[in-house]
């Protein structure tokens, strides 16, 4: 029996464009440099690889700076995915990209069709729930939608909010297994979490929130000794990925990937 929160067969990644350098970014602290990227990204990719999954690479998007950032296009469930409606309008365009791959693999794709707005950043898939964060991008009438959506496959739904001035609520967490969450102590001081075990990245590294549990990894971003540290301790195999030039646009580990296992083989 696999634990359908962190054991997957496929991700879908996209590698970055030279459109890179004009990426969404709260704040300007340099631009990315495209090669560096790359060599990251590829990185990333051979650790997804490297469990045992499928990883479908789709080709750069120089349409779409933003575009390598798959994660915020889909949400994919054991039963079906859905495709997003990103609360940026530059970023809207990545979901029509993102549909055939979903439909290569998922009998059921479904999509937020109203006038809200989600983004699949701000959506933690828990062993009990899904938890999404209002945010800048994500809004009342989204979740309103999502909730429906997932309730046909047998979800419940909980709305929390993602901290002022955080891009995602995945920004400050992960899930390290069904019941375990990484958090920065700022979100989980908002209670949202009760309940479950939480862990807190080390003062100062609230970036390594950003992480992902793929399989037997965690892949966190380099940087960040104390908290992997703290997560070796508490058992966990941990990889670290240079996240640099993604971090210069709000990027990081979850955003970088869908991940899912496939009801049927692509
Ligand atoms: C954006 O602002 O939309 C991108 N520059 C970064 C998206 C990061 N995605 C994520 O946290 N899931």
């Not at 945010?135 to 999502?146: F, I, K, N, P």
């Not at 939480?198 to 929130?209: D, I, M, Q, R």
């Amino acid at each position: 029996m696999t634990d359908p929160t962190f054991e997957f067969s496929h991700a879908i990644t996209r590698r970055p464009a030279p459109s890179i350098i004009d990426g969404l970014r709260a704040q300007d602290v340099g631009t990315p440099d495209l090669d560096k990227m790359l060599a990251a990204h590829a990185h990333y990719v051979a650790t997804l690889k490297e469990t045992g999954a499928t990883v479908i690479e789709l080709p750069p998007l120089d349409a779409f700076p933003d575009g390598v950032f798959v994660e915020d296009t889909a949400l994919c469930l054991p039963k079906g995915a859905i495709l997003m409606r990103p609360g940026a309008p530059s970023r809207m365009g990545e979901v029509g990209e993102m549909e055939p791959a979903l439909r290569s693999v998922y009998d059921d794709v479904r999509q937020i069709s109203g006038n809200g707005h989600v983004e699949g950043g701000d959506i933690l898939v828990t062993g009990r729930e899904i938890l999404v964060g209002r945010s800048d991008r994500t809004d009342a009438a989204g979740v309103a939608e999502l909730r429906e959506i997932v309730a046909d496959w047998g979800h419940s739904l909980r709305e929390v909010f993602t901290p002022e001035g955080v891009l995602h609520f995945k920004t400050d967490c992960s899930l390290l297994d069904g019941e375990t969450i990484l958090s920065t102590k700022r979100l989980d001081a908002s209670g949202c979490f009760e309940g479950y075990r939480v862990l807190h990245t080390a003062e100062g590294e609230e970036a390594a929130a950003n992480s992902i549990r793929f399989n037997q990894y965690v892949i966190c971003p380099a940087g960040f000794p104390r908290t992997a540290e703290m997560l070796d301790k508490a058992g966990f195999n941990i990889v670290q990925v240079d996240n640099r030039e993604c971090a210069k646009l709000d990027g990081g580990m979850s955003c970088l990937s869908l991940r899912f296992s496939a009801t049927r083989p692509a």
